[in-house]
């Protein structure tokens, strides 16, 4: 008996050294292919262009011989073509990447930040060219293999294929805009006619290859898959979204048939590129405020550092005095924001990592607005803090339309943490709702208030900090501009991370990015802005849901979600499986089908001329002037907001380099003069068509309305004299940031007239990292340059080094 149970466990000891022996085997097969494809990767990139070229036409040429001599099948013909389509591709390509990489050190700011658009679009382009230069030597070393993934590698060459002939396109668009623009000049300058047609143009390129099976293949890769749960999410939001407009609701049935989104790249590209072009404003904003839900920024707080102090306050709107800077025994009114609405309560958030003086005041606890339940912190009560010398005063982002402080709360603990100072972050009104001005009265009132009351905030106010993320670093500069026309107090500094200073509608070479950018699509930036500057935006839903309101809906389609879960789990199983292909199908495609075809005829179809015949309208760049200038009379005033904050002489804008930039016309000259003022379609080599989308016609506003050029709206566009009143500014941009262009330009301008800034460039991140701070080595480390441009401007120590383990 023994010697039975000992046998046993001797087979089962086996069976389990077995297993653990196989596991071990594959994890080491894993790591050695992660290994071999970094080491292709940082390989490929270290070559130049030309060699990389050379390299991928080399691999191309030789597998589609080889494919070409398999015989008359299907897949060896589809092989064969799309390694002939690669060779093609890249052969175009290579000269235009040369020609914009020549010329691309001269819209640097300085030697020591080499980046702008131009740069970000020939490293976007190499990024793709070195992915598929990796998989065709993949190809070559494992085609006789039977274990060669043909489907697999067939529709990711595809995929990749469809997304180098776009980049291509955006390739003969920047050298346009080259060709066009005045030197110095990252933005379209153009009459109206011709920034429409460009426009027009642009916006009707296909889309969907890049967000499949190419999606953030210019990122980092730990990004990768945080934003392809985005990409399956904002799908699967959409059709609830849809079904919401058409009155049907949610079930977990139609919830969960999404599946089909996560095993199907090129139908969750497709039904990507549908949502972004014909979804509106509010469906964005709906989707960006689903982390205002209590359930998940009850989860992202708890992974976030615990502070003493995170109370939400209501400003009555109260007006109050405040002293001139050039003489405190004077002083101005500050009024409460009146725009659109009224008089109303200004919200802010302070969020303080010790309890200090003041902040347990009864004058402060009077203004503590309750946000229902919040978790206690029920560690002993400490000893007051000191008032700290600083504090910042935050302005989140989120387009102008979306978003809260709380939705920034994980990051701003983790500041408060580092920095050792209070944080204020403010709750601005959201467009549509409360388009310009409003959101700017709102910030400019709560950073006054703060500056008066700072001693209640637990600190003594000495040095003070605006700090903001996208549109809330459009905001900080705003703010500061309005605090200077209204001769009080401006910050000590700014510290503005991929912030938006130019909303008039205009292309610019970091702006072409936006084509396969998932988080910024060019449509969805001009509906913010549309709705920001008081456009029209279409409401199509029902008086009940406007009466619940957009989160109100998120809420109720969750309740009923998860009610319907308990009862369709069995459906949906079922659902998914006929979906996966292990049930048949009455409508299934047919056998005889030697494959499926990898990019769905949907995402990949080819009009036969371009999409829509409307003209776009949309503002042009031509009241821009070189400093100096004679013709000026012609020139329009900038319409200021309703409250007037002084004169602004757009003749005095230096938005374009001097002189002493002359050497760039000589590199411009290879670009044929006679292409200016011609059509975008000549933009393209005669014979190349890039693909065209099949999504119908962009519902993309471009609002009209001189709005956009006020100072206050596009800090780019104001004059010298109001940026000269500006603070030491110091800016974090992504380098594959579609609004990369607007930090260089802005932070080109303030060096031109001798003001301090700074300008660092993070590689390989997307638009809006400080939300994902914690999700990676790049992010915390992109996180804690912002961290050191404030502690710069409050002139704090720095911290102590870590200790090396």
């Given at each position: ?9 001797a ?6 050294a ?7 085997s ?23 262009l ?25 897949t ?12 093609e ?15 691309a ?41 039977i ?16 997304a ?13 805009l ?13 009459d ?38 985005i ?6 939001f ?19 048939t ?67 800077t ?31 003086e003041g902040?347990?005041?009864e004058?402060?606890s009077s ?19 000191p ?8 302005i ?10 709380r ?109 396969m ?7 969805v ?17 029902d ?10 809906l ?14 369709g ?11 996966s292909?292990?049930k ?28 829509g ?6 503002l ?9 200038s ?43 003069t ?34 956009v ?7 780019l566009?104001?004059?010298d ?21 607007d ?45 050191e ?17």
């Amino acid at each position: 008996m023994e010697s039975g149970w000992g046998s046993g466990a001797a087979r089962a000891d086996g069976a389990l050294a077995s297993k653990r022996a196989k596991e071990g085997s594959k994890s080491r097969s894993r790591r050695r292919w992660r290994k071999s494809k970094t080491k292709a990767s940082r390989l490929t990139h270290s070559m130049d262009l030309r060699t990389m070229t050379q390299s991928l036409v080399t691999l191309a040429e030789d597998n589609m011989a080889f494919f070409s001599s398999q015989g008359p099948g299907e897949t060896a013909r589809r092989l064969s073509g799309v390694f002939a389509g690669i060779r093609e591709q890249a052969l175009g390509l290579e000269p235009a990447l040369g020609r914009l990489l020549s010329v691309a050190h001269l819209f640097d700011l300085d030697a020591e930040t080499p980046a702008n658009g131009y740069r970000s679009l020939v490293h976007t382009a190499r990024c793709c060219l070195a992915h598929l230069l990796h998989k065709s030597r993949y190809v070559a070393s494992n085609r006789r293999s039977i274990f060669f993934r043909t489907s697999h590698n067939l529709a990711e060459l595809e995929a990749y294929l469809a997304a180098l002939t776009q980049l291509r396109a955006l390739a003969y668009y920047a050298q346009r805009l080259l060709a066009t623009n005045r030197p110095g000049g990252l933005f379209f300058e153009g009459d109206e006619g011709l920034i429409a047609e460009f426009l027009r143009e642009y916006v009707t390129l296909h889309k969907g290859c890049f967000y499949g099976r190419c999606l953030g293949f210019q990122f980092t890769p730990a990004i990768r898959p945080f934003l392809q749960t985005i990409s399956i999410g904002l799908v699967s939001f959409g059709e609830h979204y849809k079904r919401n407009e058409t009155g049907l609701g949610v079930t977990a049935s139609s919830l969960f048939t999404s599946g089909r989104f996560a095993i199907d790249p090129e139908l969750r590209g497709a039904e990507f590129e549908r949502i972004i072009q014909n979804l509106d404003v509010h469906f964005w904003k709906a989707f960006w405020n689903i982390t205002e839900i209590e359930v998940l920024s009850s989860l992202a707080n708890m992974t976030s550092a615990t502070v003493r102090i995170s109370r939400l306050l209501s400003l009555p709107p109260e007006a109050f005095e405040m002293p001139l800077t050039t003489d405190p025994k004077l002083t101005v009114t500050i009024s409460p924001p009146l725009a659109h609405s009224g008089p109303g309560p200004v919200l802010v958030r302070l969020i303080s990592y010790d309890l200090r003086e003041g902040q347990d005041s009864e004058e402060l606890s009077s203004l503590v607005k309750s946000e229902g339940p919040r978790s206690l912190d029920l560690r002993p009560r400490p000893q007051q803090a000191p008032r700290s010398q600083s504090l910042v005063v935050h302005i989140h982002g989120g387009g102008f339309v979306a978003q809260t402080s709380r939705s920034h709360e994980p990051y701003l603990k983790s500041w408060a943490q580092e920095l050792g100072v209070p944080i204020l972050s403010i709750d601005y009104s959201l467009a549509p709702e409360a388009p310009f001005p409003r959101a700017l009265e709102e910030c400019f009132y709560a950073y006054c208030w703060a500056v008066k009351h700072c001693a209640l905030l637990g600190s003594t106010g000495e040095r003070i900090c605006l700090a903001g993320d996208s549109a809330g670093g459009n905001l900080c500069f705003t703010v500061s501009l309005r605090a200077a026309a209204y001769g009080v107090r401006v910050p000590d500094g700014i510290m503005a991370a991929y912030p938006a200073t130019m909303l008039q509608s205009t292309a610019s070479p970091s702006r072409l990015l936006s084509l396969m950018d998932p988080l910024l699509p060019l449509s969805v930036l001009t509906k913010c802005v549309s709705a920001y500057a008081g456009g029209e935006t279409e409401d199509h839903s029902d008086s009940d849901q406007k009466a619940l309101g957009m989160m109100g809906l998120v809420r109720r389609d969750t309740a009923l979600l998860f009610r319907d879960l308990r009862v369709g789990a069995s459906s949906w199983l079922h659902s998914f499986l006929d979906l996966s292909g292990h049930k048949s199908h009455a409508n299934s495609v047919p056998t005889a089908e030697p494959m499926r075809r990898s990019v769905s005829e949907a995402a990949l179809a080819q009009p036969e001329g371009p999409l829509g015949t409307d003209s776009l309208k949309s503002l042009t760049l031509r009241d821009l002037s070189l400093k100096g200038s004679s013709d000026t009379s012609d020139t329009p005033e900038l319409s200021l907001s309703a409250e007037t904050l002084g004169p602004s002489t757009p003749s005095e804008v230096n938005f374009l380099v001097g002189p002493e930039d002359a050497p760039e016309a000589k590199a411009r000259d290879e670009l044929s003069t006679k292409d200016r003022g011609c059509g975008a379609r000549a933009a393209f080599p005669e014979g190349f068509h890039p693909r065209r989308s099949s999504q119908g016609t962009t519902r993309m506003p471009l609002c009209s309305s001189p709005i956009v050029k006020n100072p206050f709206m596009s800090p780019l566009l104001a004059s010298d004299s109001m940026l000269q009143s500006l603070p030491p500014v110091h800016i974090v941009a992504c380098a594959l940031d579609p609004m990369l262009d607007d930090s260089v330009m802005f932070a080109r301008r303030l060096r031109g007239l001798g003001k301090p800034v700074s300008l660092r460039v993070v590689e390989d991140l997307p638009h809006g990292f400080l939300s994902l701070a914690a999700l990676c080595r790049e992010t915390r480390q992109a996180t804690a340059q912002c961290v050191e441009c404030i502690r710069l401007i409050l002139a704090l120590p720095a911290p102590p080094a870590a200790p090396r383990v």
